[in-house]
């Protein structure tokens, strides 16, 4: 690998890298910055975000920049303005031994005023958004005849935020002899029709497959039901104690919703959307940055200027529209060679959505399940553990107190102090999860619930024959999967299914009794296979226990052992939820 000196930068340039703590180009730098250097030709370049793509373009253009004139000879295009900020506050960075380099910052939401006087006092480089680039043109404040050099960053999300038309003023402003760079982490029809209009024979170069996802992000899909969402995502936070996320969500509206939501359930969470202010955007994001948030939940346009390498998941509490962008939502995480985790929570419909979007990736998603109350009190517990294993003993400041509290505390034996300040600091998720349901079953009801509504009602249990099959978790099974091998047999497609319990080893399922023999008859017929087990179907004799009447409760689930709950309470559950506010994660 080579180094910076290597890439043909001045001493100056090196010397700032060195002080950035950039010790070695990244793969889009190596390629892109000798490229730039040496040849006028136009450039293609497929970068994903956090691979180093703004010293890729910025070094190269500082390099060349002649000093000795003040006019505009770079113009930078960003989508938002945290990343139009971001890539000046760079480029000061990257040319603080340059003193007669100069780059001025023009951005929407900002005194214009102060960005005309910038101007006037010149500068080599120009960093903006679209709007303010180009009112700025109108205005005759800024003037683009003597560019060299055009960066199109985030070309891809230009476009998706409807700067064509900006775009377009911005490069009839400029002189046909320029240089374009277009840097994209994505290139779907519209970006190539920018590069096909706006560029001659551009040399394209990638930090990876185009498009293709980070190899450091791993992707989970959960299953969900309108219904589940928000608690899954809970669930995914509570087995996470060391979470920093952003939760991406598609509009202003729901993104406000479900922050407000974790807000009042104690969890370090903010909105990050177009409806704040810019002083409120930037303090939440300098919150977030700082961690003093760990969950920022934004809509897409917002979150990208956010610079944050170490996230530990994205969380997509809503699949984006446009696919192309899950890719720039998971790149948030996995950046500077740490890994990252990216989450998609999905309904039946939005299933449909993975497929298209794995073969963009060449990766697979792993459908996992939502965890348990059990899964998560344990978690929760070993973190404490964990926390109280390292925390620091400060001597000189609880010696004093010492010999009192011994006193106090004498009677109680080890073990049961141990318990004591277990349960003081856990009690109240013991409570909270004593009897929460299984989401992954809840999931499957809801389903059913929103299948029988579409056809005129849910079904009371006595027009449901209940079946056993003979496949359970350890058979990867779950409830959609279930439906989806049920709906496979050919069966009449108004079926109505019912209940679904899935065990570890075995099922039940219920089916509208009139189809009782049809589905018999199908699964015998089919001898189907799921993942390599021949598939057994048979009418369950044994009818006690269950509920009568109510449709969507469920039987108690049989393999759920430990802190002694039952999940099939969910009203218990419900009525729980004010002793979870009162466990303020704000204090931890
Ligand atoms: P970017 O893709 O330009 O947003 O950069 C992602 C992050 O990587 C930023 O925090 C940069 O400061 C950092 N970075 C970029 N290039 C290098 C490098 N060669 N060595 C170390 N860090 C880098």
Redesign the pocket.
């Known amino acids: 690998m080579s180094t910076f000196s290597d890439l043909g930068l001045k001493e100056p340039i090196n010397k700032a890298l060195r002080d950035?703590?950039?010790?070695?180009?990244?793969v889009i730098?190596e390629k892109a910055i000798p490229q730039i250097i040496s040849s006028s030709e136009d450039l293609k370049a497929f970068?994903q975000?956090?691979?180093?793509?703004?010293?890729?373009f910025s070094l190269p253009i500082i390099e060349l920049a002649d000093e000795t004139s003040t006019a505009t000879q770079a113009i930078i295009l960003s989508p938002t303005r945290e990343l139009a900020v971001?890539i000046g506050r760079?480029i000061e960075d990257f040319s603080k031994y340059l003193p007669n380099l100069k780059v001025v910052t023009v951005y929407g939401g900002s005194n214009i005023d102060q960005q005309i006087r910038q101007l006037k006092r010149g500068a080599q480089i120009v960093v903006g958004t679209p709007g303010r680039t180009v009112d700025l043109i109108k205005r005759r404040a800024l003037k683009l005849n003597t560019v060299k050099w055009l960066v199109l960053d985030e070309a891809d999300e230009m476009l998706n935020m409807g700067f064509k038309d900006e775009l377009d003023k911005v490069l009839e402003a400029t002189p046909e002899t320029k240089q374009t760079l277009l840097f994209s982490a994505t290139f779907p029809r519209e970006v190539e029709s920018i590069a096909r209009n706006y560029m001659s024979n551009p040399v394209e170069i990638t930090s990876g497959q185009k498009n293709q996802g980070s190899d450091n992000v791993s992707h989970e899909s959960y299953f969900v039901t309108e219904r589940t969402r928000y608690q899954a995502l809970k669930r995914i936070a509570d087995v996470n104690p060391n979470i920093y996320a952003i939760v991406f969500c598609r509009t202003r509206r729901e993104t406000q919703e479900v922050a407000d939501k974790l807000i009042q359930d104690g969890y370090n969470a903010d909105s990050l959307h177009g409806d704040l202010s810019q002083g409120q955007r930037d303090s939440v994001m300098e919150k977030f940055r700082k961690k003093n948030i760990q969950m920022l939940v934004a809509t897409d346009v917002a979150a990208r200027g956010l610079?944050v390498?170490n996230l530990t998941h994205v969380i997509n509490h809503k699949l984006p529209d446009q696919i192309e962008n899950y890719n720039h939502r998971s790149g948030r995480t996995g950046?500077?060679g740490n890994k990252g985790v990216s989450i998609a929570l999905v309904n039946r419909k939005e299933r449909g959505k993975l497929r298209p979007i794995e073969r963009i990736l060449k990766k697979k998603f792993v459908d996992t399940a939502i965890p348990t109350g059990e899964e998560i009190c344990k978690k929760q517990l070993f973190h404490l553990i964990d926390k109280v294993e390292n925390t620091e003993i400060n001597t000189s400041k609880i010696d004093a107190f010492l010999p009192s509290i011994y006193e106090k505390l004498n009677e109680f034996s080890r073990e049961d102090l141990i318990k004591k300040f277990v349960s003081l600091e856990f009690n109240s998720f013991l409570s909270y999860y004593e009897n929460a349901p299984d989401l992954n079953n809840m999931s499957s009801r809801d389903d059913r619930g929103d299948r029988n509504n579409s056809r005129g009602g849910r079904m009371s249990n006595e027009n449901m024959t209940r079946f056993f099959i003979n496949l359970g978790r350890k058979d990867r099974l779950n409830p959609a999967k279930l439906m989806g091998l049920i709906n496979e047999q050919g069966i009449d497609k108004n079926v109505e299914i019912g209940a679904i319990d899935i065990l570890d080893t075995f099922s039940f399922f219920e089916i509208d009794k009139n189809f009782e023999n049809q589905t018999l008859d199908a699964f015998g017929n089919n001898n189907s296979e799921f993942n390599g087990r021949r598939v057994n179907v048979e009418i369950t004799k044994e009818r006690k226990g269950r509920r009568s009447g109510g449709g969507g409760r469920r039987r108690n689930d049989s393999s759920n052992k430990g802190f002694g709950r039952s999940r099939n309470n969910n009203d218990r559950f419900q009525g729980k939820k004010s002793n979870h506010r009162k466990f303020d994660r704000r204090s931890k």
Do not use: C, F, I, W
């Open positions: 950035l703590g950039y010790e070695k180009p990244t730098q970068a975000t956090g691979t180093g793509k703004t010293a890729a971001q760079n610079d390498n950046r500077a």
